[in-house]
């Protein structure tokens, strides 16, 4: 599975984002899907993830309430619904695909090359 993501850009604090992770080469309508990210001199750390039928959708506490993860299995993509973008969201978003459920682990066998989103305050 080839992953790309897109949408990221530079916005002021509470304006609202939309990322989407298209995917190729294989269909995700099995695959568990999730978003990390990863600021400028920290860890990659988790944002969310969705189950193959939106059965089970967690969230990071730190964005629990302003973002929503979604999928669309006929278009093959992912998306991140952003709200309320604070300038502690600044950093390389990334969409991670896999058949095995690794929650908050990033262990995602799939990856996207990121896309960069800017918080200004």
């Known amino acids: 599975v080839q992953l790309q993501a897109f949408g990221g850009g530079l916005v002021q604090a509470g304006d609202s984002l939309r990322l989407s992770c298209a995917a190729s080469g294989r269909t995700i309508s099995r695959y568990y899907m999730a978003w990390f990210r990863q600021a400028p001199g920290q860890e990659r750390e988790f944002v969310a993830d969705?189950?193959?039928?939106?059965?089970?959708?967690h969230y990071s506490d730190s964005v629990k309430g302003r973002f929503t993860i979604s999928r669309d299995n006929a278009q093959n993509t992912v998306y991140l619904q952003m709200n309320s973008l604070k300038p502690e969201d600044t950093a390389v978003y990334y969409c991670?695909?896999?058949?095995?459920?690794?929650?908050?682990?990033?262990?995602?066998?799939?990856w996207g090359q990121g896309t960069l989103v800017t918080v200004s305050s």
């Open positions: 969705i189950s193959w039928s939106d059965s089970n959708i």
């Open positions: 991670a695909a896999d058949s095995t459920a690794w929650g908050t682990r990033p262990d995602f066998r799939f």
